[in-house]
């Protein structure tokens, strides 16, 4: 897919430009861009560094742990179909309890580990269960806390208050996570009439 | 609220330092171990992050979006929307770093505390890209039928587009 769509942007850009004659900008552009690429990385890098330092620290003391263990009984409701104790839960819980602390590389495993005990209980193997959809619904809502990156970018591009997208972005993945477990709520009752 | 914006960083990290002491975590040792970790990721990240500025770029450069989208230009003028947000917005759901690179170009054009910058900063941070976490937790586990889960992520990731434009308009519009 990424693949795909990488390929088209830059044939698209090339063809597009010869065609109109311009293709002097793309030509400055091939030249350039690498540059901008890594300046980017730069920008970003810092406060990733420190961030992925500090939450380090609430990962070590157990506060990953405490955090999703209150996220628990809220999960429980959004899988039904799941007895009270199934160990997927757990990984569930810390998978959204990492992605909302901004711990993307410690989410994944957590994500890959849950759909692993989904799968033991899924009948068709090659089909996508309820709980395992309803969860990929759940993450892919992305809630996070606080977005280190865009904060990274802001920060550095000038911005007199860096931190201010921080309730919009809370805002609109609420909207976002909320409109699709609905959805997926919808979805399901009608299929188990 | 601009108040909760700014109180919310520094009272994070107060809270996890404290709740590491008080579990007798070494903060120090365990800070730099992490930061360790995050400077291994920003190694891995950069050629990514390089070849999708490079495409994002000339792609913008090559003015073709002007060119296809000329027909939705009055509408954007009239709601002051360059159209940049346009791309950004169909390519959130599959790449979160050619949508970083276009909101670093809307930084740089427009300035990150313009309302387009604000709205760029917010499109970034609403949502996950639903297509590759697809791809990948399904791929992990060889399931090939996804049903409906790619429609409903996409419907909440639209819903998380228009909650960014809304939600930016009435803080900052």
């Not at chain 1, 030509?27 to 810092?46: D, F, Q, R, W, Y």
């Not at chain 1, 104790?85 to 849950?114: C, D, Q, R, V, W």
């Amino acid at each position: 897919m990424v693949n795909i769509i990488w390929a088209s942007l830059i044939v698209i850009a090339i063809v597009y430009s010869l065609l109109n004659g311009n293709i002097e900008i793309i030509n400055n552009g091939i030249l350039s861009h690498a540059t901008s690429g890594v300046n980017l990385v730069i920008e970003m890098m810092p406060l990733i560094i420190l961030w992925t330092g500090i939450m380090k620290i609430a990962e070590s003391s157990g506060l990953l742990n405490s955090f999703s263990r209150v996220l628990n009984p809220i999960l429980r409701r959004l899988f039904p179909s799941l007895p009270k104790e199934h160990k997927a839960l757990g990984y569930i819980a810390s998978n959204i309890a990492a992605n909302m602390l901004g711990l993307g590389s410690a989410a994944t495993p957590f994500g890959l580990k849950a759909m692993q005990e989904l799968q033991k209980d899924n009948p068709k193997k090659d089909t996508a269960s309820e709980a395992m959809i309803t969860f990929l619904v759940l993450n892919t809502g992305g809630v996070t806390l606080i977005p280190t990156t865009v904060i990274a970018l802001r920060m550095m591009a000038g911005s007199k208050a860096p931190t201010e997208i921080i309730i919009t972005s809370i805002l609109a993945t609420m909207v976002s996570s909320i409109s699709g477990l609905t959805l997926d709520y919808i979805i399901r009752r009608r299929k188990n009439k | 609220m601009n108040i909760l914006s700014k109180i919310i960083i520094p009272l994070f990290v107060f809270f996890i330092i404290m709740y590491g002491l008080k579990k007798k975590v070494n903060v120090y040792d365990t800070f730099l171990e992490g930061a360790k970790e995050g400077l291994m990721m920003v190694f891995h990240i950069t050629p990514t992050v390089i070849a999708m500025v490079f495409a994002v770029n000339i792609f913008l450069d090559s003015h073709f979006l002007e060119g296809a989208l000329g027909f939705l230009k009055p509408i954007l003028e009239l709601s002051r929307l360059p159209l940049d947000i346009i791309p950004m917005a169909i390519l959130r759901p599959i790449s979160g770093t050619a949508t970083l690179a276009i909101m670093n170009g809307i930084f740089i054009n427009f300035g990150p505390d313009s309302f387009i910058g604000r709205l760029a900063s917010t499109l970034q941070g609403c949502t996950d890209t639903t297509i590759y976490v697809l791809a990948l937790y399904f791929g992990s586990i060889k399931v090939i039928k996804t049903r409906y889960a790619l429609p409903v992520g996409l419907f909440a990731d639209l819903m998380g587009i228009i909650a960014a434009f809304m939600v930016t308009f009435i803080f900052f519009g």
